[in-house]
Structures are given as structure tokens and as C-alpha cells.
């Protein structure tokens, strides 16, 4: 019945973002493409809850899997607005050389929406998984996670929130001291630490993109005429500029886990002596 419900909201949803995301009368070359990778990625998202089984029965993977699944459809959401804003910039675009470009645009568009099927459905694909019946994650382990991601997503956003470097150092320390304290924390530690790399991947990418499209005017120039005669802060500048800036946080989903695995296999590392010689004196003598 659970898996009923969330294919329903799913598509529901998912409905909403494609109508949204069409980009209707566009000449973009890009548009079609894009169209076919959000319905994919919807069905995706519609079809996974009931292939990975039902969620496991404690309230934290409860909580985990219905927050976490939600916050993938809100990171849909604002990438639908990001295409809406930064991607209309191309909807009647003439280049010198149009067939060329049409053709850069098109394997462009292609290469991306592969990525963005397998991004998303990837992470879907982790927070089914981990929340379900027969991984058996320990409630603690996704807690620790959950909340070693959210620590660091939630301060970096608050010192950048539309992605300008001005305080990098955060973006250098933060997230991975946060990490490797999911790996030291959690008994899982690994698993922890993936949780932390994705939860904190996804709710920074998220807010950020979500805010640089609401607010492209405090977005960095990125591309500027270089004329310094010539106006500045153009409609086409902002949208090139949020457009660029919006990648490197597409790219930190892509790392994101994978930083969680590296630091939460190190951070479990520090306490695995102790942790062995703990089992070892619960075990029974004999």
C-alpha cells in the first residue's frame, strides 16, 4: 500500500515538473531531449518503490525515506527552474554557425540527460535501499547520517547561499570533518558516511540552485562582455552565469557520495580496534 501511495505522489509530481519543464514553442534543439529525460526520470522515480521492496519497520527509516525521496523530487524542482530560467536563454538562439552548434547542443543534451537519469535514479535507488526491510541499516546509522549531511549542507548554504566563493574555506573544512564524524560515530561508519556524502550533496545542491534562480542578480558575473563600455548584468549574463554556476553543485551530487564513502571508511577506521575489542568482551565465554 506504501509503495502505491509513493508511486501516486510520484507521478503526480513528476506531472507537475514535466508540464513545467516543456519549454513550450522553443526552437532549442535541447528542448526535446530534455523533455524525454524528465518523463524518464519520473517513470524512474515511480517505478523504484515498488522494485526495493517495503521500508523497514522502525520510525528513522521511515522518516528517512519519505524526507529523503521528497527532497529528490524538491531537487528536480529546482532544476526545472534552472532550465526554465538559465536554459530559455538558448529557446531562439541564432548562432554564426547554426548547424554546428545545433549538433553541439543536441550530443550536449543527450550526455546530460543520461547523467541526470542515472544521478537521480541513483539516489533514489540509495535512500529505497537503505531504508528498506531487508538491508537492515541500524536506526542510528541513518540518523548519524542523515544529520552529519544536513550539518555542513545547512552552513555552507548560510555563508554562500548563491554560490559565490567568498568563504571557501567552509566548502574545505566543514564537510569533511562532518563526514568523517559520521564514519566515527555510527558503528556502520561506511554507511554513515554515504548517507552524510549524499544528504549533504543533495540539500546543498538544492538550495543553492533554488536561490541562485531566485535571486540571479547576486549570482557572480561568469560571463561578462569584457567591454567595459558596453552594459553589464544583462538577461543573457545572468543566465549564462547562473547556468555556470549551477554546475559545480550538479557535480557535487556526482561526488558528494562517494566523499561520504572515502570519509566514513576512514573516520570507522579510528574506532575499529575499540569496536572489535568491545564485541569481543560482550561475547560469551566458552
Not at 59 to 76: C, E, H, P, W
Amino acid at each position: 500500500m506504501r509503495a502505491a501511495w509513493y508511486s501516486l505522489v510520484s507521478l503526480a509530481t513528476g506531472s507537475v515538473l514535466v508540464w513545467l519543464d516543456w519549454h513550450a514553442g522553443s526552437a532549442n534543439p535541447a528542448v526535446p531531449v530534455n523533455r524525454a529525460t524528465m518523463i524518464v526520470t519520473v517513470l524512474v522515480l515511480t517505478v523504484l518503490p515498488w522494485v526495493l521492496g517495503p521500508v523497514a519497520p522502525n520510525r528513522t527509516a521511515r522518516i528517512v525515506r519519505v524526507t529523503g525521496y521528497a527532497s529528490i523530487y524538491a531537487l528536480l524542482a529546482a532544476l526545472t527552474g534552472l532550465s526554465r530560467y538559465a536554459g530559455s536563454r538558448f529557446d531562439h538562439f541564432t548562432a554564426f554557425d547554426q548547424a554546428n552548434w545545433e549538433a553541439d547542443v543536441l550530443s550536449g543534451a543527450v550526455v546530460g540527460g543520461v547523467l541526470m537519469v542515472l544521478v537521480i535514479g541513483g539516489y533514489a535507488v540509495a535512500v529505497l535501499t537503505l531504508t528498506s526491510r531487508r538491508m537492515a541499516v541500524e536506526p542510528k546509522t541513518l540518523a548519524v547520517g542523515v544529520f552529519c549531511g544536513l550539518a555542513p549542507a545547512l552552513s555552507v548554504y548560510a555563508f554562500m547561499p548563491v554560490g559565490n566563493l567568498s568563504h571557501a574555506f567552509v566548502l574545505a573544512f566543514l564537510p569533511p570533518a562532518a563526514l568523517l564524524a559520521a564514519g566515527v560515530l555510527a558503528r556502520q561508519g561506511v554507511v554513515a558516511g554515504l548517507c552524510a556524502g549524499g544528504a549533504a550533496a543533495l540539500v546543498l545542491a538544492t538550495l543553492t540552485i533554488a536561490t541562485m534562480v531566485l535571486l540571479p542578480g547576486q549570482v557572480d558575473l561568469e560571463w561578462a562582455n569584457p567591454d567595459p563600455a558596453a552594459p553589464h548584468g544583462t538577461l543573457f549574463e545572468l543566465q549564462m552565469s547562473v547556468g555556470d554556476a549551477a554546475v559545480r553543485y550538479q557535480l557535487g551530487l556526482v561526488l558528494g557520495p562517494f566523499a561520504g564513502l572515502v570519509c566514513g571508511f576512514l573516520g570507522s577506521s579510528f574506532t575499529r580496534p575499540g569496536r572489535v575489542s568491545e564485541r569481543a568482551n560482550a561475547a560469551p565465554a566458552g
